[in-house]
């Protein structure tokens, strides 16, 4: 009998946070996939965001794959999702976002407050540490911390980004607009949201499964901005239901 030739997987990370955050759920998806991570912390500009996906996808001549987009990398996700629709099996989002800055022109209500970013990296230059642990803090929701994650995810934590990377991923957050280019997106897509995410509020969520097609939304209770490290097994669950779903449906 041959060696099963495992699909692939490919996890596009958030600002400011270390790879290690993906191995409780990684130990569990790499049972079914070959996982590649794509991380925020090794780009030189706005582009390379994306263009890190695509580079990755090209060397590794990756025909088919699945694609989980988290914070900041759902709007790369989604970025993918609209030019690479054909190739794309499965697409999750935790802690999705469509545009993570308000837009009063549009009456788009749901996300930071422009001038709070720019403080944001104003104070990068002035004490990147401190900022960057108050930012750490806000993953989380109060249950969650009082249960011990954040402390467990603060030891493990190590920034290495310099504060010019820092600040470039603020501005992507800023800059990037997904709004019309989700509403293109065929694929089946299903968002995993904490109730209690201060970063990407609830509200995110629920703008993008009125906006995408095909999209199911998963809420789950006193769950801050990383479901997939605080509620792996259920996150592992929700997962393998919406891929047999769907492999069901494709049958």
């Excluded at 609209?82 to 794309?88: A, E, K, L, V």
């Excluded at 980004?161 to 293109?184: F, W």
């Excluded at 990383?226 to 891929?243: A, G, L, Q, S």
């Amino acid at each position: 009998m041959g060696k099963l030739v495992k699909k692939h997987l490919i996890i596009v990370s958030g600002w400011a946070v270390d790879e290690f955050v993906w191995e409780p759920i990684c130990n569990l998806l790499s049972n079914e996939f070959e996982i590649g991570i794509v991380t925020w912390n090794k780009v030189q500009s706005l582009d390379d965001f994306k263009n890190s996906v695509i580079q990755l996808i090209n060397e590794k001549k990756i025909e088919k794959f699945s694609i989980i987009g988290w914070s900041l990398g759902s709007l790369i996700a989604f970025d993918i999702g609209n030019d690479y629709s054909t190739r794309i099996e499965n697409m999750i989002i935790f802690s999705g976002t469509s545009k993570f800055i308000k837009d009063q022109s549009t009456d788009y209500e749901v996300g930071w407050d422009k001038k709070i970013v720019n403080r944001m990296i104003l104070r990068l230059n002035k004490n990147a540490e401190k900022t960057v642990e108050e930012f750490n803090r806000n993953l989380f929701s109060d249950r969650e911390v009082k249960n011990g994650y954040y402390t467990s995810f603060a030891d493990k934590t190590k920034i290495n980004a310099s504060i010019e990377l820092l600040s470039l991923g603020l501005e992507y957050l800023m800059t990037k607009d997904m709004r019309e280019k989700i509403k293109n997106i065929n694929n089946r897509v299903l968002l995993i949201h904490g109730e209690k995410d201060l970063i990407c509020p609830v509200e995110s969520g629920a703008y993008l499964v009125e906006t995408i097609k095909n999209a199911q939304l998963m809420n789950l209770k006193e769950t801050g901005h990383i479901p997939f490290y605080t509620k792996t097994n259920e996150c592992y669950d929700i997962i393998k239901k919406y891929i047999n779903q769907k492999e069901d449906h494709n049958d």
